[in-house]
């Protein structure tokens, strides 16, 4: 059971380069989210998705898109890339009775 | 709007010390809450809940009792272990669990 898988673990970016991270779960969730995590500031919500075919802004969408592709997946788009978004970003996912579940996180720099 | 709040760290202990990490929320209703932990290079992991007042959660001898009445959570152990050594979040969601909301983290250091 690999529960939420995210890749890549690592990417650098040049300032105004695009990319998409992946995200996958295997425990037919609903929900799905995407944090990311910056020193001293905890984790903060981008996007979420309460199911298949929705998607809704978090604390901090500026910069981002998603796609809630079906139900095992959600992926993160950052379509010109800054220095800002230098972060990890971490993907989890929720289903009705269970804790949120977390990938390993990417590990993105911006240059 | 939703917030949790938790001390600063990091938190230096010799093995062995007793544990507190304080974690304190504004929440709107009766929001479940929740403690995760952060080893090095990975995802969070639940580490223990409680749904509602006056619940102790409890795993690993880590314990946490939902207290309405001061909007608190705070972890406690009473002998930490090298192993525990670790980041600690406090988060809350609300009924719907359509969102959860995380404190800033308290990086946990236990020396030998």
């Known amino acids: 059971n690999a529960g939420v898988t995210q890749t890549p673990k690592f990417q650098v970016l040049k300032t105004g380069q695009s990319m998409t991270l992946q995200c996958a779960q295997d425990?037919?969730?609903?929900?799905m989210y995407w944090y990311r995590q910056d020193p001293g500031m905890g984790l903060r919500l981008i996007y979420y998705?309460?199911?298949?075919?929705?998607?809704d802004k978090g604390e901090v969408p500026n910069g981002y898109n998603v796609s809630r592709l079906n139900k095992r997946e959600f992926s993160l788009r950052l379509e010109s890339a800054a220095p800002s978004q230098t972060s990890v970003y971490f993907c989890?996912?929720?289903?009705?009775?269970?804790?949120?579940?977390f990938g390993n996180g990417t590990r993105l720099t911006v240059t | 709007g939703d917030s949790v709040t938790q001390m600063e760290g990091p938190v230096t202990l010799s093995e062995e010390a007793f544990l507190t990490i304080n974690c304190t929320y504004t929440?709107?209703?009766?929001?479940?809450l929740f403690w995760y932990v952060q080893y090095p290079g990975e995802g969070l992991q639940l580490l223990l809940k409680?749904?509602?007042?006056?619940d102790k959660g409890s795993n690993k001898g880590f314990e946490a009792t939902y207290r309405k009445e001061t909007t608190s959570f705070h972890l406690e152990k009473g002998s930490v272990q090298v192993s525990d050594s670790a980041v600690y979040f406090c988060?809350?969601?609300?009924?719907?669990?359509?969102?959860?909301?995380f404190g800033s983290g308290t990086k946990l250091n236990v020396k030998p």
């Open positions: 989890a996912s929720w289903g009705a009775g269970s804790p949120l579940h």
């Open positions: 425990m037919n969730h609903n929900s």
């Open positions: 998705s309460a199911s298949e075919g929705t998607t």
């Open positions: 929440a709107t209703g009766y929001p479940s």
């Open positions: 409680a749904t509602k007042a006056d």
């Open positions: 988060a809350l969601s609300q009924y719907n669990f359509n969102k959860f909301y």
